[in-house]
C-alpha cells in the first residue's frame, strides 16, 4: 500500500472534524444553504442528497471556498472564514467538475497538485507516483489527463486530493458518470482509506449505494437543511420496529398493539411489522411479549426489522423541515 497510514485523530478528546452551526449560503436571491447545523467526529460520513439540495454548497462553504452569509462552519478546529489555507493544508478535497491543466500528465498533474498544497518538489513527484498507483493509473501516469477516459479522470482527481496525505478527504460525487465496474473501484479505494487507513472522509453524492458501501454516519441535506443525521446502523435501527409472529390470533394481537398506540403492519405472509407510534425508537421486544401475553395471544417470533437506507432517505425527505 502506497498511501501512509494516518494517524486517526483522538475523536473523543479532538475538536470535530467537522462542524457547521446555523449556516446559511445565498446565490443572489437563492438561498442554497438555510441554516445547517451538523457535527461529525471521524470516520467516514455520506452527505447524502437529491441534487440541488445544497451538498456542494456546503462543502465549499466549509473548505473556506466560499463565504457564508450567515453562520460558522469549521475543519478540525480551524474556522472556515478565516483559516481555509489551513483547512485546505489538512484536507483533500475532490471537486465535482475536472479541474485538470491542459498539457500536464498525469504525473505531473498530481505533482502540481502535491506542491499547491504545501509539498516540495521532490516530495510531491515521489507522493504523485505513489498515489497515482494506489488508484490503479500506474500504466496511465505519463499520459496527458485530458486524454484520459472519464473513469481515469476520477482517478486522478482523487489521486490529487490525496497527494499530500490529507487527514480528511472531501469527495464530492466521486462516482459521477462512472461505468459500474470504474464505480466499484472507486469506491473500494474509498472505502478503504476510510476503514483501513484512518482517514475521514466526507463523501457527498445523491446516490444510496455509494453512501452504503462507504459510510457509517449520514447527513441527510434536502433543499439547504439538513434533515436527518446519525450513525446509519442507529438510525435504521431507531426507525425500525420488529418483526412478530403470534401464536394464535394475528388480529387480536394486531388490535391490542393498535390499542396501545403502535403501528402495524402486515406482511401478508402471517407476520407482522410492529414499529413505536412516535418513531421514538422506544419499543423493546419485552414489551412486545408482555403484550402479546396480556391479549392472550403469546408471541412465538421477535426479531428487530431493520428499515433500509432507501426507505430511511425517503422518509427524511419526505419530512417537515427541523
Ligand atoms: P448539490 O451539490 O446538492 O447538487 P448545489 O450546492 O450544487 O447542490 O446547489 C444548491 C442550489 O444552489 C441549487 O438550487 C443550485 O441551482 C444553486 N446554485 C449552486 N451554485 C450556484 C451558483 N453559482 N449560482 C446560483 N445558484 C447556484
Do not use: W
Not at 445547517?36 to 462543502?59: E, I, Q
Not at 497527494?163 to 470504474?182: K, M
Not at 414489551?287 to 427524511?316: C, I, K, M, Q
Request: net charge neutral; hydrophobic share 40%.
Amino acid at each position: 500500500m502506497s498511501v501512509p497510514e494516518t494517524t486517526t485523530l483522538d475523536r473523543a478528546a479532538g475538536p470535530p472534524v467537522l462542524a457547521a452551526r446555523g449556516l446559511v449560503v445565498r446565490y443572489g436571491r437563492k438561498e442554497a444553504l438555510k441554516g445547517v447545523d451538523v457535527s461529525f467526529h471521524g470516520g467516514s460520513l455520506g452527505l447524502l442528497g437529491p441534487n440541488g439540495a445544497g451538498k456542494s454548497t456546503f462543502l465549499r462553504a466549509i473548505l473556506g471556498l466560499l463565504k457564508p452569509d450567515r453562520g460558522s462552519a469549521a475543519v478540525l478546529g480551524f474556522d472556515s472564514a478565516r483559516a481555509g489555507l489551513q483547512i485546505r493544508a489538512q484536507s483533500g478535497y475532490m471537486p465535482e467538475s475536472d479541474c485538470h491543466v491542459p498539457g500536464l500528465s498525469g504525473v505531473e498533474f498530481t505533482a502540481y497538485c502535491g506542491r499547491i498544497s504545501g509539498l516540495g518538489g521532490a516530495d510531491a513527484r515521489r507522493r504523485a507516483h505513489e498515489v497515482l498507483v494506489y488508484v490503479g493509473l500506474q500504466e496511465e501516469r505519463y499520459r496527458k489527463v485530458e486524454e484520459y477516459s472519464r473513469g481515469m479522470r476520477q482517478k486522478v482527481k482523487l489521486a490529487a486530493a490525496l497527494v499530500h496525505d490529507p487527514a480528511v478527504l472531501f469527495l464530492d460525487e466521486p462516482t459521477s458518470g462512472l461505468d459500474p465496474q470504474a464505480r466499484q473501484e472507486t469506491l473500494e479505494l474509498i472505502r478503504d482509506l476510510a476503514h483501513n487507513k484512518g482517514m475521514h472522509v466526507v463523501l457527498s453524492s445523491h446516490l444510496l449505494k455509494d453512501v452504503e458501501t462507504v459510510c457509517d454516519e449520514v447527513i441527510v441535506l434536502a433543499e439547504g437543511q439538513a434533515r436527518t443525521s446519525g450513525r446509519i446502523d442507529a438510525l435504521k435501527r431507531m426507525a425500525s420496529g420488529f418483526v412478530v409472529r403470534v401464536d394464535g390470533e394475528v388480529e387480536r394481537f394486531a388490535r391490542s398493539a393498535q390499542e396501545a398506540g403502535l403501528t402495524v403492519e402486515r406482511d401478508g405472509r402471517g407476520a407482522l411489522l410492529v414499529q413505536d407510534g412516535g418513531g421514538a425508537g422506544a419499543l423493546t421486544a419485552r414489551a412486545l411479549f408482555a403484550l402479546g401475553r396480556a391479549a392472550g395471544t403469546p408471541l412465538r417470533h421477535v426479531v428487530p426489522a431493520e428499515e433500509s437506507l432507501e426507505d430511511l432517505f425517503l422518509r427524511a425527505l419526505a419530512q417537515e423541515p427541523r
